[in-house]
């Protein structure tokens, strides 16, 4: 006879890497600046296409840190986690977003891979048939500085896991 006992069974991931160098502790007056500018765009954009953009730059990056703080940042806005999955391929499945958050995400990855050139005239175009131009600038805002974060987090590579909803606000 063989019992099967899951609560014995462990699974052994591979070691956490500490980061390379603790950023905000030796830049502290940069970390609180970027804090306070992370405020002030905060303010002109929808709660939960706030994080969809910061969520899908952060994919681009392949910032592991920021991807955790976003989509639990996302999670606790009331985001799904359906449409939060779906942000990698999100022009094959344009049916889980408004036309308004489809022109933001195209606009994110405009302006976070700047190596194809610039923004293109009918992506920016179509992002400001969608937005009025205060809530355009605070969007552009977010983008460039959700690809800020993204570089210190992936340049000092800042550890993921650890970051609590609502840590940095």
């Known amino acids: 006879m063989t019992t099967n006992d899951t609560t014995t069974t462990t699974t052994e991931y591979a070691p956490e890497e500490p980061p390379r160098l603790q950023w905000a502790e030796h830049a502290p007056e940069v970390f609180k600046a970027l804090v306070r500018v992370e405020a002030a765009t905060r303010k002109g954009v929808d709660p939960k296409l706030y994080e969809l953009v910061k969520i899908r730059a952060s994919q681009l990056n392949h910032c592991a840190f920021c991807l955790d703080m976003h989509t639990k940042d996302a999670l606790a806005a009331g985001e799904s986690v359906e449409r939060i ?21 195209a606009l994110t990855e405009a302006v976070t891979v700047l190596t194809d050139g610039f923004v293109p005239d009918e992506v920016y175009e179509k992002a400001a048939k969608h937005f009025e131009e ?15 974060w993204n570089r210190f987090g992936v340049t000092t590579r800042m550890t993921p896991g650890h970051y609590q909803p609502g840590q940095y606000k």
């Not at 779906?86 to 022109?103: P, V």
């Not at 205060?134 to 800020?148: D, K, Q, R, S, W």
Request: charged share 20%.
């Open 134 to 148: 205060a809530e355009l600038a605070h969007l552009i805002a977010a983008i460039a500085l959700i690809n800020t």
């Open 85 to 105: 999955i779906q942000l990698s391929a999100w022009e094959e499945s344009r049916h889980f977003y408004t036309e308004k958050e489809l022109a933001a995400l």
